[in-house]
Nanobody, 125 residues
């Protein structure tokens, strides 16, 4: 069983930055693929970013490339999402997820085994 706890969400203005954190339980964190997804009201959950076990491989939603950066600290069992130049369309609940099976990197929600409870990010114009 893996527990994921997100933090760092909030209300910001367009152009501001936020850093989301996701603390994970489990002794094998360094082997997990970790991802961030988001869901806006009335929309389906969408992939935002993912990172492989070592941090050497990452993937991003096209609309966040160059603005968001995913990283991880395996010593602290934590994954981060640095979000810069936020836009109103980034408003959503952001979820952290852990994939225990994929060897490379995962961008589909069905590939992930465990999910956090989510943290709200609201960007005002």
């Amino acid at each position: 069983q893996v527990q994921l706890v997100e933090s760092g969400g909030g209300l910001v203005q367009a152009g501001d930055s936020l850093r989301l954190s996701c603390a994970a339980s489990g002794r094998s964190f360094s082997s997990y693929v970790m991802g961030w997804f988001r869901q806006a009201p009335g929309k389906e959950r969408e992939f935002v970013a993912a990172i492989n076990w070592s941090g050497g491989s990452t993937a991003y939603l096209n609309s966040v490339k160059g603005r968001f950066t995913i990283s991880r600290d395996n010593a602290k069992n934590t994954v981060f999402l640095q979000m810069n130049t936020l836009k109103p369309e980034d408003t959503a609940v952001y979820y952290c997820a852990a994939d225990l099976r994929t060897l490379g990197i995962a961008t589909k929600d069905y590939e992930y085994d465990y999910w956090g409870q989510g943290t709200q990010v609201t960007v005002s114009s």
